[in-house]
């Protein structure tokens, strides 16, 4: 079948005890957690206090980071490092980062090349940023010179983002994945969106267009797969339970 992630920010420590309960329950098999700069400090107790087998994702744009941009280098290290701290503590195998926008991809590859660490894997984009700056590693053609510049560990396949860049380069998605496939992802993000869009729009499972099931059923067997998601903080992770079982209907119903 497959191994399905939380995704978690290292900031939602209230988050903790339901998280606990859906991995006992085997709904979540790993945790993904997101680790905004400057928070391993206040947070790292807590989350080494859950027993599961995690995976870190360093910040993104969203937090100031742009590892196409050699004029951000030196932030750009320092924002990691809580990343490289969290990923100590949890063990935590990979450490995902975004290749950033409006700079080069031998940029990302050199930046992270730098840093002599042998978990970074790259995960793919959209080739449009939600405003508009066009981004770094939204091809095929892009994690494979990535791949080969041995800065990076593996890379990881999120669904939605390939599918928006198919659409802003004309191509179909279902086959514009396939071509992302013969790379081998570490692991994948999934969640549902817009089938014609172009821009990063995530939705709840079954409340977008997206082909679910045929973009299952591309998936190899086991594949580790974080669950992206929008959450009401209130419901307690509730809303990621119930697109977690929905998402695995999908899957047997997959062709």
């Avoid at 998280?19 to 790993?30: D, I, P, R, T």
């Avoid at 514009?176 to 013969?182: H, N």
């Avoid at 267009?209 to 594949?223: R, T, V």
């Amino acid at each position: 079948m497959y191994n399905l992630g939380l995704k978690l920010f290292s900031v939602n420590t209230d988050m903790l005890q339901p998280a606990a309960v859906l991995l006992a329950e085997g709904v979540f098999s790993y945790v993904e957690l997101y680790s905004p700069p400057q928070t391993y400090v206040a947070t790292v107790s807590t989350w080494k206090s859950l027993s599961c087998p995690w995976i870190i994702h360093a910040p993104h744009f969203g937090n100031g980071v742009n590892l196409a941009d050699p004029l951000l280098k030196k932030s750009n290290t320092a924002a990691l490092q809580d990343s490289r701290r969290f990923a100590d503590a949890l063990n935590a195998p990979h450490i995902i980062v975004h290749g950033g926008f409006g700079g080069s991809l031998e940029e990302v590859c050199q930046q992270i090349a730098d840093l002599h660490d042998g978990r970074f894997i790259l995960e793919n984009t959209p080739q449009y940023g939600t405003d508009g700056q066009l981004c770094v590693g939204y091809t095929p053609e892009h994690i494979k010179l990535a791949m080969n510049s041995g800065a990076f560990a593996g890379f990881v396949l999120d669904m939605g983002h390939a599918v928006y860049a198919a659409n802003a380069l004309n191509e179909g998605a279902l086959s514009f994945l396939k071509r992302f496939l013969q790379f081998n992802p570490r692991m994948m993000h999934i969640a549902d969106g817009v089938w014609n869009e172009t821009k990063d729009v995530h939705h709840r499972i079954g409340q977008g267009d997206f082909e679910l099931a045929a973009m299952c059923a591309l998936l190899p067997g086991q594949a580790r797969l974080t669950l992206e998601i929008p959450r009401d903080a209130a419901r307690q992770l509730q809303d990621a339970k119930e697109d977690a079982l929905a998402l695995r209907r999908l899957f047997l119903a997959a062709p």
